[in-house]
């Protein structure tokens, strides 16, 4: 259901296309406004495009939820009628971080003798400091250090930029998968962060819409959806508006696309196979890590020695409906439930036996010696074998994927704040 408007507060700041106010009664929250503005070249070409502020506050809704869904620490927090959204405030960071797949626009500029259309194998890294008066100058990360930019009191220093700079490759590797679902490739993306004027933590905020970003439908540039067509007009005519805001409309019908799974049959999951009720412990610690993952997960009892036709029958009744699979097989002592599985069906299979102090060193051979033509791997940790099959289900599924490089970044960024922790206290701060 839609939210109803909110009156709008104090106006904070004013963009080309946005306003950003407070909201009465609640300090630490802030309603971005867009507006029917579309400008090219700092502000240089302006022009009102009827309709534009619901259509980028439909995309930014879309795009930052998914973000918050998959894990990614955003200044967003709902949707608030059809052209705003309530956000964290935050005080902002004066710089755009670009991150691109592909050679072109500007980059090719800066860069004489590239070809256009090259692919970084990684994805490229650019900062621009936000002076519209000097057409908003690179800079290098040494510069945005020495700086010494405070917003919110924080200082910007080197873990500031290496988390922003992280972040920003997490969020566009986590975007360019979700925009292949729907076959179209995101070339290039601009974000911005701010620090929350209530934590002091660092935050992707501002918004991402279709003026953020390059999407070539099917990696064609002459099919492009984004803004770019707006700049390119040689002329502009209220026919060619139209035509921009055609493309606006179609980013956001399928932008909202890249919330539900793309294959159409579910999300998969993961059916651990226990071979007595004396597992459950160690395949409840399988079920708690595959929900950490968003993985739907299964507990199911049966002995591949003692039932084996039941075993079959239930590995039967999941690949019946055509749901990705993977099995887990939980089995102490001689554990026949692995391969027995791994024998009869083209899921994958793991085993993950609960080995005992006494005999572990000996029942572990059952799991990893193997008859040929069985493939199933053996994984002892059941967190980590959680993790395995989300990450087999991730080759298929977008989110699943999505949720893992979001846990790898909230893995980097907790090393970086440890490391840093180490460091201040081997300096005597508090």
């Not at 620090?195 to 992707?204: F, G, N, Y």
């Not at 064609?220 to 770019?228: C, E, G, I, L």
């Not at 939980?330 to 080995?355: D, E, F, M, Y």
């Not at 799991?367 to 069985?374: D, F, K, T, V």
Request: hydrophobic share 40%; proline share 5%; charged share 25%.
């Amino acid at each position: 259901m839609e939210e109803a408007a909110m009156p709008a507060g104090e106006k904070l700041a004013e963009g080309k296309t946005k306003a950003v106010f407070a909201v009465d009664g609640q300090p630490g929250r802030v309603l971005v406004q867009s507006r029917d503005s579309i400008t090219a070249g700092n502000a240089a070409r302006r022009d009102h495009l009827e309709g534009k502020a619901a259509l980028s506050n439909r995309t930014t809704t879309a795009v930052f939820a998914l973000l918050n869904d998959v894990g990614i620490r955003t200044a967003f927090v709902k949707a608030q009628g059809k052209t705003a959204f309530l956000a964290e405030r935050c005080d902002m960071v004066p710089i755009e971080w670009v991150c691109r797949r592909v050679a072109t626009g500007s980059f090719l500029k800066r860069n004489p003798g590239v070809a256009e259309g090259l692919r970084f194998a990684s994805p490229k890294l650019e900062i621009f400091f936000k002076d519209d008066a000097n057409n908003d100058p690179q800079w290098s990360e040494e510069q945005l250090v020495a700086a010494q930019l405070a917003p919110a009191g924080r200082l910007i220093g080197t873990h500031e930029v290496a988390v922003m700079a992280r972040t920003t490759q997490a969020v566009f590797e986590i975007l360019e998968r979700a925009w292949a679902t729907q076959v179209c490739t995101l070339v290039d993306m601009k974000v911005e962060f701010g620090v929350s004027v209530t934590t002091k933590e660092i935050l992707l905020a501002d918004v991402i819409d279709n003026d953020s970003w390059r999407l070539w439908p099917a990696g064609d540039r002459r099919q492009q959806k984004d803004k770019q067509t707006y700049r390119d007009l040689s002329e502009v005519t209220p026919d060619a508006l139209q035509v921009v805001k055609k493309n606006f409309e179609w980013v956001a019908e399928r932008v909202e696309l890249l919330r539900t799974p793309a294959g159409g049959s579910g999300d998969g999951r993961v059916v651990v196979l226990m071979g007595s009720a004396s597992d459950q412990p160690h395949g409840d610690k399988i079920l708690a890590a595959c929900l950490h993952h968003g993985v739907p997960c299964t507990l199911r009892i049966s002995s591949a020695h003692k039932g084996p036709d039941q075993t079959l029958d239930i590995k039967s009744s999941y690949e019946a409906d055509g749901v990705p699979t993977v099995f887990v097989a939980v089995a102490g002592r001689s554990n026949g439930l692995g391969p027995v599985l791994s024998g009869n069906t083209v899921c994958p299979v793991i085993n993950c036996p609960p080995l005992s102090a006494d005999w572990g060193a000996q029942d572990v051979w059952s799991s990893l010696r193997l008859p040929g033509g069985l493939g199933c791997s053996t994984v002892l940790s059941p967190e980590a074998a959680a993790l395995c099959a989300a990450q087999m289900l991730a080759l298929s599924n977008h989110l699943v994927w999505c949720r893992l490089r979001a846990q790898q970044l909230g893995t980097w960024i907790g090393l970086l704040d440890s490391d840093r922790k180490v460091q201040d206290k081997g300096r005597g701060h508090v």
